[in-house]
């Protein structure tokens, strides 16, 4: 467990909403933490710190991961930044303290905020869009954007898939039989499902990497795909052919908006439980931390892609056998964000993340390599990265290899536990401060910028040079 800090720790709406989330009120939980209602209520309060004992206490009553009680709000702070960085709110001042408070002690409240400024740029940017194209405009936010922020309020978590796919992966019985994922994933669907599994020339099969006919009852897949993508796609197979009431279910759980964004969240989650047959989560995480979260050891031992492994990493949450809270971006050449996971804090806000100083973004001079970086975002949180190309699933050989980069990363504390700090001074390390995207970013001067920010006017005049291209006041 980590050891508690010796400043004064103020958590009341964190604690707060623990005790909603547990159905409990302040005389039930304050009888199982063994103090009186009226000192629950001044914590709640905010008038009185968190105990070190009464934090230990939280933690063996309840399992609460301390890490995530103890965190402050800086992710949805970041969030709440960016939206009033909005020329709309040009003239607010706003001070970090308040959004950390609304974050921490609002949470709900904070969220209404955030998915309302949503709605509204989503809808301005429709409303601009049809008046050059002569269009219709639509309300609410995409199917994509649902289903990423869907699944970022689950922590990128899901434990019933987990469940499902650890009992799938040992009804296969690898261990047992010495055979590859791909041979018992095949076996398996012929035997219970009368479903063969073909792989197909590309030509044939034009677009589609994995296509499923239920007529004569065959899987398809391209003979693009490598073996670690075949297996996945059996997987995927798997997880629809055996437990497709236990996905629609969840997925209606959700109460989408609309269909397109329920049949996207299905996807979603049968990628999801895809995952957890292929790399069940106790085997996985138990190999991460004896390993060092060796990524290329885990890419043997489960027969995955690096992706495929990194996507894991940030989804290791199970109470009593937490992983590293890792961040996840997917980005290609262009700087475009196609993934975005978390299964801790976040630094970035949606439209965050494109800081050309940060190593993601030029990990494909070096195709292949995997490259490090500890990085300071604006807050003063530190984290360590790993960043690394991969070919895009299905890449026929003919156009750009290398075309997506993966950036993995954690927060400094918990860099001791992988294999790549190790050899690092990591209490005086190297440090690269970088922003959100230049347009939400305030540090200056900066070489690299490609936008001033949209809150703070040009400085410009003809007596002198920066060395940034948009010099800004105030900065």
Same mark, same amino acid.
């Given at each position: 467990? +980590?050891?508690? $800090? +010796?400043?004064?720790?103020?958590?009341?709406? %964190?604690?707060? %909403?623990? %005790?909603?989330?547990?159905?409990?009120?302040q005389t039930a939980m304050a009888a199982d933490l063994g103090v009186s209602p009226s000192y629950l209520n001044h914590i709640e309060r905010n008038q009185r710190p968190v105990s070190a004992q009464l934090l230990l206490r939280l933690a063996q009553t309840y399992d609460v991961d301390l890490r995530q009680l103890g965190q402050s709000g800086a992710a949805g702070e970041a969030e709440l930044s960016e939206v009033l960085a909005d020329p709309l709110f040009q003239g607010l001042d706003v001070p970090r303290h308040e959004l950390l408070q609304l974050a921490d002690d609002a949470p709900g409240a904070a969220e209404a905020l955030l998915r309302l400024y949503r709605a509204f740029a989503e809808q301005r940017d429709r409303s601009r869009a049809a008046l050059i194209d002569g269009g219709e405009t639509a309300s609410g936010p995409s199917p994509a954007d649902w289903v990423r +922020?869907?699944?970022?309020?689950?922590?990128?978590?899901?434990?019933?898939?987990?469940?499902?796919?650890?009992?799938?992966?040992?009804?296969?019985?690898?261990?047992?039989?010495?055979?590859?994922?791909?041979?018992?994933?095949?076996?398996?669907?012929?035997? #219970?499902?009368?479903?063969? @599994? #073909?792989?197909? $020339?590309?030509? @044939?099969?034009?677009?589609?990497?994995?296509?499923?006919?239920?007529?004569?009852?065959?899987?398809?897949?391209?003979?693009?795909?490598? *073996?670690?993508?075949?297996?996945?796609?059996?997987?995927?197979?798997?997880?629809?052919?055996?437990?497709?009431?236990?996905?629609?279910?969840?997925?209606?759980?959700?109460?989408?908006?609309?269909?397109?964004?329920?049949?996207?969240?299905? @996807?979603?989650?049968?990628?999801?439980?895809?995952?957890?047959?292929?790399?069940?989560?106790?085997?996985?995480?138990?190999?991460?931390?004896?390993?060092?979260?060796?990524?290329?050891?885990?890419?043997?031992?489960?027969?995955?892609?690096?992706?495929? @492994?990194?996507?894991?990493?940030?989804?290791?949450?199970?109470?009593?056998?937490?992983?590293?809270?890792?961040?996840?971006?997917?980005?290609?050449?262009?700087?475009?964000?196609?993934? #975005?996971?978390?299964?801790?804090?976040? $630094?970035?806000?949606?439209?965050?993340?494109?800081?050309?100083?940060?190593?993601?973004?030029?990990?494909?001079?070096?195709?292949?390599?995997?490259?490090?970086?500890?990085?300071?975002?604006?807050?003063?949180?530190?984290?360590?990265?790993?960043?690394?190309?991969?070919?895009?699933?299905?890449?026929?050989?003919?156009?750009?290899?290398?075309?997506?980069?993966?950036?993995?990363?954690?927060?400094?504390?918990?860099?001791?536990?992988?294999?790549?700090?190790?050899?690092?001074?990591?209490?005086?390390?190297?440090?690269? $401060?970088?922003? *959100?995207?230049?347009?939400?970013?305030? #540090?200056?001067?900066?070489?690299?910028?490609?936008?001033?920010?949209?809150?703070?006017?040009?400085?410009?005049?003809?007596?002198?040079?920066?060395?940034? *291209?948009?010099?800004?006041?105030?900065?």
């Amino acid at each position: 467990m +980590d050891a508690v $800090p +010796d400043r004064k720790l103020f958590l009341g709406g %964190r604690l707060k %909403r623990l %005790r909603r989330e547990l159905a409990l009120t302040q005389t039930a939980m304050a009888a199982d933490l063994g103090v009186s209602p009226s000192y629950l209520n001044h914590i709640e309060r905010n008038q009185r710190p968190v105990s070190a004992q009464l934090l230990l206490r939280l933690a063996q009553t309840y399992d609460v991961d301390l890490r995530q009680l103890g965190q402050s709000g800086a992710a949805g702070e970041a969030e709440l930044s960016e939206v009033l960085a909005d020329p709309l709110f040009q003239g607010l001042d706003v001070p970090r303290h308040e959004l950390l408070q609304l974050a921490d002690d609002a949470p709900g409240a904070a969220e209404a905020l955030l998915r309302l400024y949503r709605a509204f740029a989503e809808q301005r940017d429709r409303s601009r869009a049809a008046l050059i194209d002569g269009g219709e405009t639509a309300s609410g936010p995409s199917p994509a954007d649902w289903v990423r +922020d869907h699944i970022q309020s689950r922590a990128n978590h899901f434990p019933e898939l987990d469940a499902l796919g650890e009992a799938l992966h040992a009804a296969l019985d690898p261990n047992q039989t010495g055979d590859g994922f791909e041979a018992l994933g095949r076996a398996r669907l012929q035997a #219970r499902h009368n479903l063969s @599994v #073909r792989v197909m $020339p590309a030509e @044939v099969m034009v677009e589609w990497t994995r296509r499923f006919d239920p007529h004569r009852r065959r899987l398809l897949l391209s003979e693009t795909l490598d *073996p670690s993508s075949r297996a996945f796609a059996i997987a995927y197979q798997l997880a629809l052919s055996e437990h497709e009431a236990e996905l629609t279910a969840l997925a209606d759980s959700a109460r989408p908006p609309d269909e397109t964004t329920r049949a996207l969240l299905k @996807v979603s989650l049968t990628n999801t439980l895809a995952a957890a047959i292929l790399m069940p989560y106790a085997a996985f995480q138990r190999t991460a931390e004896t390993t060092g979260y060796d990524i290329a050891r885990l890419q043997t031992r489960f027969g995955a892609s690096f992706e495929q @492994v990194a996507h894991r990493l940030t989804t290791l949450s199970r109470s009593t056998a937490r992983g590293v809270p890792f961040f996840l971006m997917r980005v290609d050449q262009a700087g475009n964000v196609s993934k #975005r996971y978390a299964s801790g804090a976040f $630094p970035f806000a949606r439209f965050g993340g494109a800081c050309p100083r940060w190593r993601l973004h030029s990990a494909f001079r070096t195709p292949g390599k995997l490259v490090t970086q500890i990085i300071e975002t604006p807050d003063g949180q530190r984290w360590f990265t790993l960043a690394r190309t991969v070919d895009r699933q299905g890449h026929d050989g003919y156009g750009e290899p290398h075309d997506l980069a993966i950036g993995l990363g954690c927060e400094l504390k918990d860099a001791p536990r992988l294999i790549y700090a190790r050899g690092l001074d990591l209490t005086a390390p190297e440090v690269t $401060p970088i922003g *959100p995207a230049c347009r939400l970013c305030h #540090r200056h001067p900066c070489a690299e910028r490609a936008a001033p920010p949209v809150d703070r006017p040009l400085r410009v005049d003809d007596w002198s040079k920066s060395v940034s *291209p948009y010099p800004f006041a105030g900065g």
